[in-house]
């Protein structure tokens, strides 16, 4: 019995390290994807075997600290300055800074997610055409504080090198963050000053 648990925990670390590297080397975006694709490389179809959310990012942020070192701190810098100039752009929606670039586990081609808040999408839609910033529309499926799943209204455009998603609150939503795809808590949410101090307390 014991010999299989750690045959069991050594597939799911190997699956757990091709997420993890397809997802720094690659840029896949995603756990569900990353998963998907680390199981086919590694001929793995037993679904029993897939590691969780939270062993994959572990295994990003070791890959990452591992072979990406050297430019790992400065491609952080700079989507996180990225996203303090967008948050000062959208100021009166209240953005707040969520996901990866939060976590720091963000690669060079992740996007910026910021959570907003406005009474319609329409608000969003209006202030963006008038400031002339092409976009388009999706929705992006959320765990909410109660456990039902949402479909929110999501904005996404390019700025500079940089892609972002705002992600469309009420108001009143502003309160209760969603649930975190990697450990089912209240997602981490980083208002401006927040992310200034972030951006103080790192190397330039």
């Known amino acids: 019995m014991a010999h299989r648990h750690r045959d069991t925990q050594r597939v799911?670390?190997?699956?757990?390290?091709?997420?993890?590297?397809?997802?720094?080397?690659?840029g896949v975006p995603d756990f569900r994807t990353a998963k998907r694709k680390a199981a086919l490389r590694l001929a793995i179809t037993?679904?029993?075997?897939?590691p969780d959310n939270r062993e994959i990012e572990q295994a990003l942020i070791d890959h990452q600290r591992l072979f990406h070192a050297d430019h790992q701190a400065s491609c952080l810098r700079d989507l996180r300055?990225?996203?303090?100039?967008a948050m000062r752009f959208l100021a009166p929606f209240r953005p707040r800074l969520v996901g990866p670039v939060l976590s720091g586990t963000a690669g060079p081609s992740a996007d910026i997610h910021l959570h907003i808040f406005a009474d319609a999408p329409q608000d969003i839609a209006r202030f963006l055409m008038e400031h002339h910033i092409p976009f388009e529309t999706v929705d992006r499926r959320l765990k909410l504080s109660n456990g039902e799943l949402a479909w929110q209204p999501t904005f996404r455009f390019d700025a500079g090198d940089h892609g972002f998603e705002l992600i469309v609150f009420t108001p009143l939503a502003e309160r209760e963050a969603p649930r975190s795809p990697v450990d089912g808590r209240p997602m981490r949410r980083a208002?401006?000053?927040?992310?200034?101090s972030l951006l103080a307390g790192e190397p330039n």
């Open 191 to 196: 208002n401006l000053s927040e992310v200034q």
């Open 12 to 26: 799911k670390t190997l699956l757990a390290q091709e997420c993890a590297r397809l997802m720094a080397d690659e």
């Open 46 to 50: 037993n679904k029993a075997l897939l």
């Open 81 to 85: 300055e990225a996203a303090l100039n």
